[in-house]
Nanobody
């Protein structure tokens, strides 16, 4: 069973930055995609960003391109999401998510979906 320890959420002013961390454990296949989904009140959950362990390729939702950066510690199953230029519309619960699959993140979001999610960390962008 894949499990996550998420951290880094909080309250930040518009234009500010936050860094989310997700330490994952329990992968058995040796290859997977891992990233972040988010869900704002009254909205559907959406994929924000993802990185593939197989080739390091990444995915970003159009709404966060150029502002968010995902990275992974290759020595551990820990993924980070650096969020800059945050706006009120970025406010949401952010969930670490993963799937053990040899596919690109784009393919996973389009055809397969994630299999595992963490408990989430709240990000609030407000003045």
């Amino acid at each position: 069973q894949v499990q996550f320890v998420e951290s880094g959420g909080g309250l930040v002013q518009p234009g500010g930055s936050l860094r989310l961390s997700c330490a994952a454990s329990g992968f058995t296949l040796g290859y997977y995609v891992i990233g972040w989904d988010r869900q704002a009140p009254g909205k559907e959950r959406e994929g924000v960003s993802c990185i593939s362990s197989s080739d390091g390729s990444t995915y970003y939702a159009d709404s966060v391109k150029g502002r968010f950066t995902i990275s992974k510690d290759n020595a551990s199953d820990t993924v980070y999401l650096q969020m800059n230029s945050l706006q009120p519309e970025d406010s949401a619960v952010y969930y670490c998510a993963a799937r053990e699959i040899w596919r690109s993140c784009q393919e996973v979001y389009e055809y397969y979906g994630m299999d595992y999610w963490g408990k989430g960390t709240l990000v609030t962008v407000s003045s």
